[in-house]
């Protein structure tokens, strides 16, 4: 049962493996009381044979959401001191190869199911007075990539509806905070991979040779691409957003995010294209 004097609380979503497991992990040697999701059966068992609270959450199913904050705030005493909405996934293809369900599937989890979580909480945060909500992004929610359009997109409205937020909560004691990694070493870029060879890989597409080149660069990369960084990474600037007195709105993780975000605002729109068109052909 959660101590009061102790510990701050914390959920945090998406922790069967990468970031969200780190973080998890990471929080919990600090003393957090950390309750840490996932949507398979297996994963919560070996979160919970870790010593976290283990609560089954699916972002895509509106009573999930709900069920899973009622089973924080039971085992808190309906408090609740940050929210880390890390979850989600990556749909690649050329945007003229994503169907409406799709790109429907990609906001469902990224952006619909994260918000829908996150205003469920932010009640819970105003009457006590004080909470941490921080939105993991990414570098491509800063820059848009070829071939990621709807990861993109889901990223940018991520962006959008997060500093919204920030605004609105003003003097409420609750801060919101971006992270914004570039590659980080996990499973998310297997799990990318999978969708597109189950959701849109099709001999008619235009697009298809330079996908079979991307598809053979990944197998021959694997996570040694450039700039990668393990998720302790990105753990460290989500501990600056959780304790920092005053944390900051954006949150840069690895060189690639700030190396394009200074060249996007340096080159001019062309240019910065061909960059940015280069390096998804090799990413």
């Known amino acids: 049962m959660f101590n009061k004097a102790n510990s701050k609380t914390i959920l ?5 493996s990468g970031i969200g497991l780190c973080a998890a992990q ?3 040697a600090r003393g ?3 309750f840490a999701t996932a949507r398979k059966a297996e994963d919560i068992a070996r979160l919970q044979a870790m010593g976290l609270h283990g609560v089954t959450l699916d972002l895509d199913d509106s009573a999930s959401i709900e069920a899973a904050v009622q089973t924080v705030l039971q085992q808190t005493d309906n408090r609740l001191d940050a929210l880390f909405n890390n979850s989600g996934f990556a749909q690649p293809g050329a945007i ?3 169907s409406r369900d799709v790109i429907r599937q990609q906001f469902e989890t990224n952006v619909f199911g994260t918000i829908e979580l996150t205003n469920r909480v932010i009640p819970i945060m105003r009457e006590q007075g004080h909470g941490r909500i921080v939105f993991n992004s990414s570098l491509l929610g800063l820059v848009a990539m070829a071939y990621r359009g709807a990861y993109n997109a889901s990223k940018f409205a991520l962006e959008g509806f997060a500093q919204t937020l920030r605004q609105e909560l003003h003097g409420s004691g609750i801060h919101v905070s971006l992270i914004e990694p570039g590659p980080i070493k996990s499973q998310f870029r297997d799990n990318a991979r999978d969708k597109f060879l189950a959701s849109i890989a099709t001999r008619n597409s235009y697009h298809m040779p330079l996908y079979q080149a991307m598809n053979a660069a990944y197998r021959q990369n694997g996570h040694n691409a450039a700039f990668m960084r393990e998720p302790q990474a990105v753990v460290k600037k989500l501990l600056r957003a959780l304790e920092s007195r005053f944390p900051k709105p954006h949150y840069y993780v690895t060189s690639a995010t700030h190396m394009l975000v200074m060249l996007k605002r340096l ?3 062309r240019v910065m294209d061909y960059v940015l068109r280069q390096i998804a052909k090799r990413a």
């Open 267 to 269: 080159l001019p729109h």
């Open 32 to 34: 957090y009381d950390v």
């Open 12 to 16: 945090i979503t998406g922790c069967s």
């Open 96 to 98: 003229e190869d994503l």
């Open 26 to 28: 990471t929080l919990k």
